[in-house]
């Protein structure tokens, strides 16, 4: 009997984490007024960051895509972009660092980018996939004190978008972390063996504002 009941908290167990529900945007068209503002934990003043996201959009080499964009008063401290020719790109206040790597489309794509200031290093992850190390804004720091946009890129604090630069499609399971995970920790996120959330971007728990047509939907896990 107690070997039953222990096969039974089991299951039941197993069943509840199989059904987590989790919030997810959906930017239904293109438009500059239609954007998610993002509070962190904690102040985004890195010298390392490891940035995740799941996401899905049916533009494909019709124009670039603002994937991710943190800025402060007077620079775009962090930016996330879909090239006009499919390449990713990654913006540390100035000149980008470029990856050629499979485009994303309709499917649901796991997207990861590691950034360590002290080596420079910098990688893409695809679906748990790293990409070729480049060296990029080695010594550099992301100061705090700005916004975390999700959908527009802001041309000024919180503002100045354009809709030929919006994203369009499903994005959520935006972790953010102060440190550089691992090629197999994000091997797990990918696969969902590990359900570890950021500590300066928690999704499960981020306080966020939508704003224009994102409908912010909840689905199963």
């Known amino acids: 009997m107690q070997l039953s009941a222990s096969l039974l908290i089991l299951a039941v167990s197993t069943a509840l984490v199989g059904s987590v ?29 490891t940035l995740c996201m799941r996401l899905a959009t049916e533009l494909r080499g019709e124009r670039e895509v603002i994937l991710f964009a943190y800025r402060t008063q007077d620079f775009d401290e962090l930016n996330v972009w879909r090239e006009l020719d499919g390449r990713f790109s990654l913006y540390l206040s100035g000149e ?27 990688a893409i992850f695809l679906d ?35 809709a030929k630069q919006s994203f369009v499609g499903e994005m959520y399971d935006v972790n953010m972390w102060d440190s550089v995970l691992s090629h197999s920790e994000i091997q797990d996120l990918a696969s969902r063996k590990n359900v570890r959330s950021g500590n300066v971007i928690d999704w499960h728990f981020a306080n966020i504002q939508s704003h224009g047509q994102v409908e912010v939907i909840s689905h199963e896990v």
Request: hydrophobic fraction near 35%.
């Open 21 to 49: 529900k989790v919030k997810s945007l959906v930017f239904p068209t293109e438009t500059s007024t239609s954007y998610v503002e993002v509070t962190p934990l904690k102040g985004l003043q890195l010298s390392a960051f």
């Open 96 to 122: 980008g660092v470029f990856f050629s790597v499979p485009e994303l489309g309709s499917l649901e794509t796991h997207l990861c980018i590691t950034w360590d200031s002290g080596s420079g290093a910098v």
């Open 128 to 162: 748990g996939r790293k990409s070729l190390t480049k060296i990029y804004k080695k010594n550099h720091n992301i100061r705090s004190g700005g916004k975390i946009i999700l959908g527009q890129d802001p041309d000024n604090y919180l503002g100045g978008f354009e």
